[in-house]
């Protein structure tokens, strides 16, 4: 990779970061009620914060540099990982938010207590640690810090050291509140410099028409026959939900911000309002790599076809922009992950050994930001020494537990009948089981082939734990352990609240989505 910058560009970057910075540590002392809560910004956040802020930790460098890959090698495709995922953020929105809101958890791991007792709340107070820890920091650094090591010809570890500093410093300061502000600002980055970006290759092919003319049909289907051997229309279809209803329904990461809004409606329209933003992030992060394949296709891979892109096309300062967009995606995620990580180990680890007032919680909390930091930079660097790519460790470790974590929540919210035996078995008898087939699929044990793609496979362990937990569920016991949460329906009719309006405006975005879906038929 070589990329000379100019004046104009770093100019660009320094202002780039010292906007963050100001914005990181912005009215922190005027700011008294959020300032007192670090892990919910005091409940306060509007529904634009909430849209904004989602988007920026979604965009991480994976969305960057990994889905522009999928457009250079697989076109249109990809567009999947998107474009479906309203139908999660409304399960999220109208299902899942109302129970969270109801019983006024902070986290994951505190509501699967209330629903299925101790043992379900130890199970996802560990996994939450460890994948905020290796997903959301570990990964994401060990990816960014690798671009920004090559773009700059740093070393390896200053740039992971680096990225952690700056990520950590407001984060500790200023808790959600800092990461939703600074989020709505990269937000505006990375979609202003994306679009810039799709509109210069747009404009080097000479236009619409002979953008499409120039790609080979198949790069322009949604949906590829059941024979493919990646991205079939079975594992599109069955797979994805899988992994996405535990991602945007039960991850803390995401949840947590939603779980921030003033009162349940801002919440809903911050999830509506990222859905829409859905519709835009295939346009401005897949077609660019399309766009590569077109002008580049001979020199490029789908590697490097994001920064094969920036480099050819972009003129100095509009160059360091785009830089600012990719650190800007990192910076995010990395602050996302160190929030997430602080609030439950703080209010799920820590609380329970020790009694502690808001200001006390508030001390741990900025010390466990500081430690995650510390630990997320070990993470990358092992990461950087075990020979696999990024791509390949993140997906990987989030499929190997999806399965059972749908379950749960799934039955958890939507089935009052779900037991505590049924979760306890499906979430420790199936993570047991999903991270034996994960570790035997990455190793291509007994023999390479022998598993089905990562999607496919998602499904058959999903139906297996469904349908074990529903089993356990029926069966007959000495006294039936009852939840202490009530049904979707009963949630729903104790609200009283008039939702008209946001379901109307989940109604128009499906009818926006069939057109699209129509039109890449």
Known sequence: MNITLGIADYVVLLTYIALLLAIGFYLNKRSAGAHSDIFLGGRTLRWWQIGFSLFSANAGPMMLVGFAGIGFSQGVVGSNFEWLAWIFLLLLAMCFLPHYMATRVSTMPQFLKLRFGNRAYYFLVLYSLISIL??????????????????????????????????TSFTAVG?????????????VIIIFSSMVLAWLALKRIGGVNAFVQALPDHYWKLFRPATDPEYSWIAIIAGYPVVAVYYWCADQTIVQKVLAARNLKEGQYGALFLAVLKIIMPLI????????????????????????LVTELMPHGLLGLCL?????????????????????????????????????????????????????????????RSGKGFFELSQGMVSILAPPLSVVFLTGILWKRMSRLAAEVVLYGGGVICLAVGICNVLNVPYAGFWPHFLILSVYLFTGLLAVGIIISLLPTPVRDTPQLPSLLETDKRRGSDLRTVWLGWALLMVVMGAIYWLFR
């Open 285 to 308: 992060f897949i077609f660019p790599g399309m766009m590569c394949y077109v002008l580049f296709k001979d020199t490029a891979q789908a590697d490097n076809a994001y920064i094969t």
């Open 175 to 187: 808790g959600l509140k800092a990461v939703v502000r600074t989020g709505i600002f990269q937000s």
């Open 134 to 167: 290796l997903v959301w920091l570990g990964s994401a650094l060990y990816a960014g810090g690798l671009i920004i090591s090559q773009v700059f010809r740093w070393p390896l570890t200053f740039s992971v050291v680096l990225v952690t500093v700056i990520a």
């Open 324 to 384: 600012a967009a990719l650190i800007a995606a990192l910076i995010d995620t990395v602050s996302s992950g160190l929030n997430s990580f602080s609030t439950v180990f703080t209010l799920d680890v820590a609380g329970r050994f020790r009694e502690m007032d808001d200001a006390a919680k508030r001390r741990m909390g900025k010390w466990v930001t500081l430690i995650a930091g510390g630990l997320a930079i070990g993470v990358a660097l092992l990461f950087s």
